[in-house]
């Protein structure tokens, strides 16, 4: 039970994060948000802007515009993930 609550709190911080990271690079490098696609927060996890995002974070191409900022939101989006990925699977394993 505590995995599962810990995976939630996860998710909802990591939400969050997210929510921030997207306004960031909506405002702050609007071209890399458009060659992104435009990815909003709520759409699919399967679509291809949200799956290119994903790639984005993923593959640390946040750290290529030298914002601090945004560098801080991505490393934090991709620890938040993880780590609601291995609360989950815990919470499985439990």
């Known amino acids: 039970?505590?995995?599962?609550i810990a995976c939630m709190l996860a998710?909802?911080?990591n939400f969050w994060t997210t929510h921030r990271l997207l306004d960031r690079l909506?405002?702050?490098h609007p071209g890399t948000w458009t060659l992104l696609?435009?990815?909003?927060?709520?759409?699919s996890n399967l679509g291809p802007r949200w799956l290119e995002f994903a790639k984005y974070?993923?593959?640390l191409r946040f750290?290529?515009?030298h914002d601090s900022e945004l560098n801080r939101l991505g490393w934090a989006s991709l620890t938040g993930e993880a780590a609601a990925l291995m609360f989950f699977l815990m919470s499985l394993v439990a």
């Not at 039970?1 to 599962?4: F, G, S, V």
């Not at 696609?37 to 759409?43: A, I, N, T, Y």
């Open 37 to 43: 696609g435009s990815p909003r927060l709520g759409e």
């Open 63 to 65: 750290r290529e515009a």
């Open 11 to 13: 998710m909802l911080v």
């Open 26 to 28: 909506q405002r702050q």
């Open 1 to 4: 039970m505590i995995w599962a």
């Open 57 to 59: 974070i993923w593959t």
